[in-house]
């Protein structure tokens, strides 16, 4: 419950605005001299100020009022404060609300017109507070984000953003962590930002994909082999847990790993020890372990084919990437960083956005390519993309919302750009573009 002051010298006034504000659901707090407001907003919550603008029966000049307006804004720049005043007070009450004051009511006041004014300073003031901590919180998120080394991630989605912010929150400590997410995604990358931003991040990154192992040569790939240990090896073979030893190890594709080189990985990952394939000799490497899989590993649990120990010793934490199409915000971004100074046209942006992209960012990457090979100068179409075909009549069942529907949506939303623009499946900058073509405030 919000509580407002009042302050004024007349007990009959004060009783009267508190019985008016506390039927309306607000708390009331009253004094009835300058002196006292102080103390109450110094020490008190306060959401709002009624005041009068004159406390001595003498005077009527309401300059008692204006200082104790400076001296109520001195301690909360941010405070409403609603002058009550006099016909003789009026010049000094517009003076005022120049000043910043909120508002002024003449005496006698209207109680309606009084209400809708406090209950509008009231929710103003929470949008505002809500604002501020929003702010508040992306400054903090924006300076975490900034010292990072996010080595070249190109990203502007909320999604991603989540991610990276909990990727670097999980690089200051040595728990293991499986990255998910579907082919293309870009796993990798948030693996090295990990080890970019981690106390190893001077020391070896090596990466292993698990799925391109031949199964007779996984034990030799991940702890080394003595020359002899197999028909074909001449020299001894450091493994790739030894060669990462004191930095980090990203074993890619970690659930295609068959069950004879899971219960391997296992030991090593409990106890740090090994053996190269033929030497009885154990060694201890310190390696941190992140893996990642487009598998879904319970699934793969449930059938036999992924061990439940080993996937609770990678998956302390589980970072989980969203596929292209889920950070539609990340898109246009990505193009702009691949195909630097060249211009799309306004259907090929739209096209571009509407477009499911299966093969994620590796697909886009690929276009790009393709298109800076292709049409290495000039403006882009969509036909420069060689995708498959996307019919203007389908984009715009998908994305295209009317102004009602958009400025629905911004009410529903409370005006959230980001929620609006995932109701309706449209990056920001392509919601942007339909709230100035409508006219719509933001």
């Known amino acids: 419950m919000e509580k407002i002051l009042i302050v004024d010298d007349n007990p009959a006034i004060l009783d009267a605005l508190s019985l008016l504000l506390e039927i309306h659901d607000y708390k009331v707090v009253t004094a009835n001299s300058p002196f006292e407001a102080i103390q109450i907003v110094q020490y008190q919550r306060i959401a709002l100020v009624l005041q009068d603008m004159n406390f001595s029966n003498d005077t009527t000049s309401g300059e008692e009022g204006k200082l104790l307006f400076y001296q109520l804004r001195e301690l909360n720049p941010h405070l409403p404060i609603i002058l009550i005043t006099a016909w003789t007070e009026l010049e000094t009450a517009v003076e005022l609300v120049k000043a910043g004051a909120a508002d002024y009511l003449p005496k006698p006041w209207d109680d309606a017109k009084l209400i809708t004014c406090v209950n509008n300073l009231i929710e103003l003031g929470k949008t505002k507070k809500q604002n501020q901590t929003l702010l508040r919180h992306q400054q903090e998120r924006d300076a975490s984000i900034e010292n990072a ?3 070249g991630l190109i990203y502007r989605s909320t999604a991603m953003e989540q991610l990276v912010k909990m990727a670097l929150q999980v690089a200051k400590s040595d728990v ?20 970019a931003n ?19 040569l996984i034990e030799a790939e991940l702890f080394g082999a003595e020359a002899g240990a197999f028909t074909g090896i001449t020299k001894q073979r450091i493994g790739r847990f030894e060669a990462a030893d004191g930095g980090t190890l990203f074993l890619d594709e970690i659930g295609n790993l068959p069950l004879s080189g899971q219960m391997k990985l296992l030991r090593i990952l409990q106890t740090g020890e090994f053996e190269r394939l033929g030497s009885t000799q154990t060694r201890k490497v310190n390696v941190r372990v992140i893996s990642a899989t487009n598998e879904n590993l319970t699934n793969a649990i449930s059938k036999g084919q992924f061990r439940e120990d080993l996937y609770y010793r990678l998956n302390v934490i589980e970072l989980n990437l969203p596929s292209l199409n889920q950070r539609p915000d990340d898109i246009l971004p990505l193009i702009r960083h691949f195909l630097v100074e060249r211009e799309l046209d ?3 942006e739209n096209l571009l956005l509407a477009h499911s992209w299966p093969g994620n960012v590796r697909e886009l990457e690929n276009a790009c390519k393709r298109v800076s090979v292709l049409k290495p100068s000039g403006e882009i179409s969509i036909d420069d993309f060689g995708l498959t075909p996307i019919t203007p009549q389908t984009l715009t069942q998908k994305i295209e919302p009317n102004k009602q529907q958009i400025e629905d949506a911004m009410r ?14 449209l990056s920001r900058q392509a919601l942007y573009r339909r709230l100035d073509k409508f006219e719509i405030a933001y």
Not at 176 to 195: D, F, H, M, W, Y
Not at 203 to 212: H, L, M, S
């Open 176 to 195: 293991s962590v499986l990255i998910t997410g579907p082919n293309g995604s870009g796993k990798e990358r948030i693996a090295q930002i990990i080890q």
């Open 149 to 151: 080394n996010l080595v």
């Open 198 to 216: 981690s106390p190893r991040q001077n020391a070896a990154f090596i990466t292993v994909n698990a799925g391109a192992l031949p199964h007779q």
């Open 412 to 425: 529903l939303h409370k005006g959230v750009i980001a929620k609006v623009a995932r109701e309706f499946g």
């Open 346 to 348: 306004l259907q090929c």
